[in-house]
């Protein structure tokens, strides 16, 4: 994006942090800016695809999520919504696996869901289903 592609308020919102005359059309705005501010082509079109990128995934995971959710959300009876996440991995890990949660699965998965939030609660309960020990009972 070429600074003439801005718009002239924003043009005139730029003259203005540089210290620039605000007064006239887009071409001399975007000609007085063109001579102080390194405004690369490449450098914004990376920016505006990287930022497309970010936007896409979070699209795909959010529809992922509602797809996965809907299925899961009370896998057999289990509310996957309900209590807290201690309360929700000791009922999961009891009703999954047949067993009280470990402290380790406690710790990691806690973490994961509430400090990191890298998983959903429909995450764990697939990590679990997905787990030998599952498959093995």
């Known amino acids: 994006m070429a600074l003439i592609d ?10 203005e942090e540089n210290g620039l005359d605000t007064t006239g ?16 082509d ?3 079109e ?20 509602e797809e996965a959710s809907e299925e ?25 696996l047949g067993r009280e949660v470990d402290l380790g699965g406690l710790r990691h998965y806690t973490s994961v869901l509430d400090m990191h939030k890298t998983q959903t609660r429909a995450d ?5 289903l997905n787990s030998e020990e599952y498959k093995n009972k």
Do not use: N, P
Request: glycine share 4%.
């Open 6 to 15: 801005l718009k002239k308020a924003e043009l005139v919102a730029l003259a």
């Open 25 to 40: 059309t887009k071409a001399e705005l975007a000609e007085r800016l063109d001579a102080v501010l390194s405004w690369d």
């Open 42 to 44: 490449a450098e914004e």
């Open 46 to 65: 990376e920016v505006v695809e990287e930022t497309v990128e970010e936007v896409a995934e979070e699209v795909v995971e959010e529809v992922a999520e």
């Open 72 to 96: 899961v959300l009370s896998w057999k009876g289990f509310d996957l919504t309900a209590g807290d996440s201690d309360a929700f991995l000791k009922g999961l890990y009891m009703k999954v």
């Open 124 to 128: 764990v309960l697939q990590d679990l």
